[in-house]
């Protein structure tokens, strides 16, 4: 009969300390529990304050340097020395090869060098915002809103902060 009993005591034991969420009250986290309880529910938000709320601009890696996130192939740029035109061959880091309207080319640093203001009917990249990575023509700026063509005919309406000038073709 003792041995029985001892026997219960353990399995109610382990039952308090691996039972259903509902049963206690002081777990910081539980397989079933709500968003409310979750630990982890901080890890998207975090990402997004990360992403979007850091505004333009995220740092090159080993160099603890701002690089924006306009700066990548194909994109229309004008150097800061001289305002000449350019477009962004190949990235390397914080560098950029870009070439020129001559066809010459020229090693840069992100600080070098500036996104040329996108105007209707160029060809856009957007860079930020629910639609990154979108190619089209940018149709119409109205404020702060642009809209876009896609290469299927589709419109889009996107934030002109995130749209980028790209070289077409």
């Not at 992100?110 to 996104?115: N, R």
């Not at 023509?137 to 809103?145: A, N, P, Q, S, Y």
Request: aromatic share 4%.
């Amino acid at each position: 009969v003792m041995h029985t009993t001892q026997h219960r005591s353990n399995s109610s034991l382990a039952a308090s300390s691996w039972g259903a969420s509902s049963e206690r009250t002081d777990n910081t986290w539980t397989p079933g529990a709500g968003e409310s309880e979750n630990p982890f529910k901080q890890e998207p938000d975090t990402y997004d304050h990360m992403h979007h709320d850091g505004g333009a601009m995220g740092t090159i890696e080993g160099t603890g340097e701002e690089a924006a996130v306009w700066f990548m192939e194909r994109v229309c740029v004008q150097l800061k020395q001289n305002d000449k035109h350019g477009v962004i061959k190949d990235i390397n880091g914080s560098t950029a090869v870009v070439e020129l309207e001559d066809k010459s080319t020229l090693t840069v640093r992100h600080g070098e060098v500036s996104m040329v203001p996108p105007q209707e009917h160029d060809m856009v990249l957007v860079t930020g915002g629910a639609d990154v990575g979108v190619e089209g023509e940018l149709v119409c700026i109205d404020g702060t809103d642009a809209i876009l063509k896609e290469s299927n005919e589709n419109f889009k309406i996107v934030d002109f902060v995130h749209l980028a000038k790209i070289a077409s073709g």
